[in-house]
């Protein structure tokens, strides 16, 4: 597991603090404040280079690291597989 990001969590306490003047006290109140601070926390990994992507590589992102090691050779096919398979995995995510 990657180390908490303080910029992110900054992000995701202001998210939550602005849901929270939007939202009563009721359930779907909280479950829009946990998004809003979940979601503010992802976009801020995500501008800081990290992603989300499953423990085990899924069969699309599989499929994407063979082709792309077609495509390559030398030093720079391992970093060609890994963008491959993020690829991969970003547009699964997309299509959920």
Do not use: W
């Amino acid at each position: 597991m990657t180390a908490l990001s303080p910029t992110a969590l900054e992000e995701a306490a202001k998210a939550f603090q602005s849901a929270y003047h939007e939202h009563a006290d009721t359930l779907e109140g909280y479950e829009a404040m946990l998004t809003a601070a979940i979601t503010a926390y992802l976009a801020q990994r995500e501008k800081e280079g990290f992603v989300e992507v499953p423990v085990e590589p899924t069969v699309t992102m599989r499929k994407a690291a063979v082709e792309a090691d077609d495509e390559r050779t030398g030093n720079e096919t391992c970093a060609h597989i890994y963008r491959a398979m993020l690829t991969a995995a970003s547009q699964e995510q997309n299509d959920a």
